[in-house]
């Protein structure tokens, strides 16, 4: 498997326009898991989902981001209206569930998001 | 509730000298893995242990090694023989059975190897 895919690698933006994130998490995962990296605030996660379904999305910081998981190969986070304070790494990660609990999840290579 | 403490913010050996990262850890559950991830400075989360609740044994895995103390909630890792190339940020993580399979992380410690 070629891991977790994510896209863009970088995107530059001025502020107000919107972004779109993806993500491919590998295959026969059923976790997937959005997070944000930054100097002030270190890794924050910010939604996760269980077999395409939305499980926590208590770290969104505002109504200006949205996620999705249409189906088990694909997710998206997207920033509607960006603003500068928004620029982070941000990273997809992925896991499989092993009984009762989530063995390591795996980490794409994080989008650099830079808004000006 | 869950938590992960890393109370080493900044690092700094010489080569070759050994180092311990601390991870201490609070939990309610009685099943949970903790994890450690390395980010070097080319960005990546890179996964390098996940250890079970239940199995106390110290892991070694060449220079790396992880002692897992459930008395005092603690999973610190040790560079043995340090390299310029250990230089990175180092996670530990926590992840739970009854807090919905989420991942919890400490702030990181970031250690620096100075040849």
């Known amino acids: 498997d070629a891991g977790v895919i994510q896209s863009p690698r970088h995107e530059v933006t001025e502020m107000g326009q919107e972004v779109t994130l993806r993500c491919k998490p590998i295959?026969?995962?059923?976790?997937l898991f959005w997070y944000r990296q930054t100097m002030m605030r270190g890794l924050e996660l910010l939604i996760y989902?269980?077999?395409?379904?939305?499980?926590?999305d208590s770290g969104m910081p505002e109504d200006r981001f949205s996620a999705k998981m249409p189906n088990a190969s694909f997710s998206t986070l997207k920033i509607q209206p960006s603003e500068p304070r928004d620029s982070a790494v941000y990273f997809c990660?992925?896991?499989?569930?092993?009984?009762?609990?989530?063995?390591?999840?795996?980490f794409g290579q994080g989008t650099r998001l830079t808004v000006v | 509730a869950q938590k992960v403490t890393q109370a080493q913010t900044e690092i700094s050996v010489v080569e070759k000298e050994d180092v311990t990262l601390d991870c201490v850890y609070e939990?309610?559950?009685?099943?949970?893995?903790l994890f450690w991830y390395k980010q070097p400075p080319s960005g990546e989360l890179v996964f390098l242990i996940r250890?079970?609740?239940?199995?106390?044994q110290n892991e070694i895995s060449g220079r790396y090694s992880w002692n897992f103390q459930k008395s005092t909630s603690s999973f610190n890792f040790t560079i043995t023989a340090s390299q310029v190339v250990d230089s990175a940020v180092y996670f530990c993580?926590?992840?739970?059975?009854?807090?919905?399979?989420?991942?919890?992380f400490g702030t990181g410690t970031s250690l620096t190897v100075i040849p």
């Open positions: 989902f269980n077999n395409n379904v939305p499980i926590d």
């Open positions: 939990t309610r559950d009685t099943t949970y893995y």
């Open positions: 295959s026969g995962h059923d976790y």
């Open positions: 990660a992925s896991s499989f569930s092993q009984g009762a609990l989530n063995t390591e999840a795996f």
């Open positions: 250890r079970n609740s239940f199995d106390e």
């Open positions: 993580a926590l992840s739970g059975s009854n807090t919905g399979n989420q991942f919890y």
